[in-house]
């Protein structure tokens, strides 16, 4: 899945340019930026973000069925790992505004 380049505002230096980004671990969008290579972290592409927000869900259910259940149920480390990138995503989004 080939991404589309997007137009960046560098944190750094204010420069402005549209690069087309790489995927970091986790599927954030990764640019450099041409003028002063600093990294810029972009948020998730919507597919990643609806897979993410979907799992999610389950994941709370399954916590919601265990702990109906009486047991205590843990969201493992690819549960925890998707709720990161959704709250990271958020607060990028937030960020960006
Ligand atoms: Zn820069």
Redesign the pocket.
């Known amino acids: 899945m080939a991404l589309q380049p997007i137009q960046i505002i ?1 944190n ?4 402005t340019s549209t690069e087309i980004p790489t995927r970091s671990f986790l599927g954030f969008q990764k640019i450099s ?1 041409p ?4 990294q810029l972290t972009y948020p998730l592409t919507s597919g990643f973000r609806a897979t993410y927000a979907i799992f999610a869900v389950l994941i709370i259910l399954s916590i919601m069925l265990n702990l109906s259940q009486g047991q205590i149920g843990f969201p493992g480390l690819i549960g925890i790992a998707m709720i990161y990138a959704l709250v990271r995503d958020w607060q990028i989004r937030k960020q960006l505004k």
């Open positions: 560098c750094a230096c204010h420069h930026c003028h002063c290579h600093a």
